[in-house]
Antibody, heavy 117, light 109 residues
Framework: EVQLVESGGGVVQPGGSLRLSCAASGFTFSIYWMQWVRQTPGKGLVWVSRSNSDGSRISYADPVKGRFTISRDNVKNTLYLEMNSLRAEDTAVYYC??????????WGQGTTVIVSS | QSALTQPPSASGSPGQSVTISCTGTSSDVGGYDHVSWYQQHPGKAPKLMIYEVNKRPSGVPDRFSGSKSGNTASLTVSGLQAEDEADYYCSSYAGNSWVFGGGTKLTVL
């Protein structure tokens, strides 16, 4: 079964850091581009970051540029999102998703990040 | 990276058709045929319904169709069913970035 499972969310103080993980299974992770998308409670989806298959081509949304880092381990079949200098507005459910034909065809269940003092 | 514009709500009776619009710019929707649509039920992850403007992934009913004209893309749901009630989001590639719409809550009356 094709599956993505996120972990690493939690409650963190403003200015703090978290690392999210996304474990992939059921498909050849190393050939797919991957993305992180977040969703604020009750609000819409917002694109966060994208990595090509080997991690050499990366892009970020402006609100997270310089604070978040996407990476991947194609041996462990895992995608990461290192989040630093967290702000209240980063509070959201974070989804990892597999990219195919410029769309997101497989999504994880999401992991919740709450930035609060 | 401004969000695409979607109507906040749409509705229709069972069996009817409803169309949801998604308006962007020439830098996103109008510039690429990389528009996709996602369905999200409460508490669930989004599900891909349409990709590359008008293509359906395997398993998505043919009641769902997509189109694009200029800077506006559209999702049409024909023969509405109760299980179609959900939030729908459009998305477009925007040249090394992505942009989503604000979402449309579809109510089946």
């Amino acid at each position: 079964e094709v599956q993505l499972v996120e972990s690493g969310g939690g409650v963190v103080q403003p200015g703090g850091s978290l690392r999210l993980s996304c474990a992939a299974s059921g498909f050849t992770f190393s050939i797919y581009w991957m993305q992180w998308v977040r969703q604020t409670p009750g609000k819409g989806l917002v694109w966060v970051s994208r990595s090509n298959s080997d991690g050499s081509r990366i892009s970020y949304a402006d609100p997270v540029k310089g604070r978040f880092t996407i990476s991947r381990d194609n041996v462990k079949n895992t995608l990461y999102l290192e989040m630093n200098s967290l702000r209240a507005e980063d509070t959201a459910v974070y989804y990892c998703a597999r990219e195919s034909f410029y769309s997101l065809d497989v999504w994880g269940q999401g992991t919740t990040v709450i930035v609060s003092s | 990276q401004s969000a695409l514009t979607q109507p906040p709500s749409a509705s229709g009776s069972p069996g009817q058709s409803v169309t949801i619009s998604c308006t962007g710019t020439s830098s996103d929707v109008g510039g690429y045929d990389h528009v996709s649509w996602y369905q999200q039920h409460p508490g669930k992850a989004p599900k891909l319904m349409i990709y590359e403007v008008n293509k359906r992934p395997s398993g998505v009913p043919d009641r769902f169709s997509g189109s694009k004209s200029g800077n506006t893309a559209s999702l049409t749901v024909s023969g509405l069913q109760a299980e179609d009630e959900a939030d729908y989001y459009c998305s477009s590639y925007a040249g090394n970035s992505w942009v989503f719409g604000g979402g449309t809550k579809l109510t089946v009356l």
